[in-house]
């Protein structure tokens, strides 16, 4: 018996293996990604021009939205994403499956991204 006939016969060969087990990162990422997908958006459909009666120094609302989101949504999403990936570790832990786990994680993240975009954008105006 050769070395391939062993271990064809104790299933371990490349194509035997079984999948790795997902923990729901993957769910979790595509639901930051359609984030992403809807802050470009907002940023695409944003006005360009400026304000005529403002005097001084002008920003156009999508001129702000991009400012807005280098300054601070970059940290937003750092914090979110970091946070997001420990609780669906934590999640999946608990006994959820992987896409529930990734979902709940990042809709319970996202209350933090709503809660600090909002105080933003009142501290804005």
């Known amino acids: 018996m050769d070395a ?3 271990r064809r016969r104790a299933g371990q ?3 035997a293996r079984a999948p790795r087990p997902s923990n729901g990162t993957a769910a979790f990422m595509g639901w930051i990604v359609a984030e992403l ?3 470009g958006l907002l ?3 944003a006005s ?24 601070f949504g970059f940290w937003v999403l750092l ?3 970091i946070l997001g ?7 999946h832990r608990g006994g959820m499956g992987p896409v529930a786990a990734g ?3 990042f809709f319970s993240t996202l209350a933090v991204v709503v809660a600090v975009l909002g105080f933003l954008f009142t501290a804005q105006q």
Do not use: P
Request: proline share 0%; aromatic share 8%; net charge negative.
């Open 4 to 6: 391939d006939t062993s």
């Open 13 to 15: 060969t490349k194509s």
């Open 37 to 39: 997908s809807g802050y």
């Open 43 to 45: 940023v695409a459909l």
């Open 48 to 71: 360009d021009q400026q304000s005529s009666t403002c005097t001084g120094l002008c920003f156009s609302e999508r001129e702000i939205l991009v400012w807005l989101g280098l300054v």
């Open 79 to 81: 914090a979110q994403v």
């Open 85 to 91: 990936l420990a609780l669906t570790a934590r999640f």
């Open 103 to 105: 979902s709940a994680s």
